[in-house]
């Protein structure tokens, strides 16, 4: 079954970190793995993508990576801020392939 499984989310503080991971199941391609987030009453943005980097909000803060062998994408989140809380999914490229959600929150 075609899949991406979020983990990671949670609660920190002002300044902390985080990162997330993507698993993908039975998906080629996690170069084409994108991150984004969402706020209630808001649409997805895009946050972070190999192919288009990243958004001015999070740039210099986030970084993107992947493990091939792992099939999984990450998003290290340094010095976050309260903006940054929303819930984070993973999607593969246009596709309707999106991942569950992870929720971040940071307070202040």
């Known amino acids: 079954q075609v899949q991406l499984v979020e983990s990671g989310g949670g609660l920190v503080q002002s300044g902390g970190s985080l990162r997330l991971s993507c698993e993908a199941r039975?998906?080629?391609?996690?170069?084409?793995v994108d991150w984004y987030r969402q706020t209630p009453g808001n649409e997805r943005e895009l946050v972070a993508s190999?192919?288009?980097g990243y958004a001015d909000t999070v740039k210099g803060r986030f970084t993107i990576s992947r493990d091939d062998a792992k099939n999984t994408v990450y998003l290290q989140m340094n010095n976050l801020k309260p903006e940054d809380t929303a819930v984070y999914y993973c999607?593969?490229?246009?596709?309707?392939?999106w991942g569950q959600g992870t929720q971040v929150t940071v307070s202040a």
């Open positions: 190999f192919s288009s």
């Open positions: 999607r593969l490229g246009d596709t309707l392939i």
């Open positions: 039975s998906i080629f391609g996690i170069h084409a």
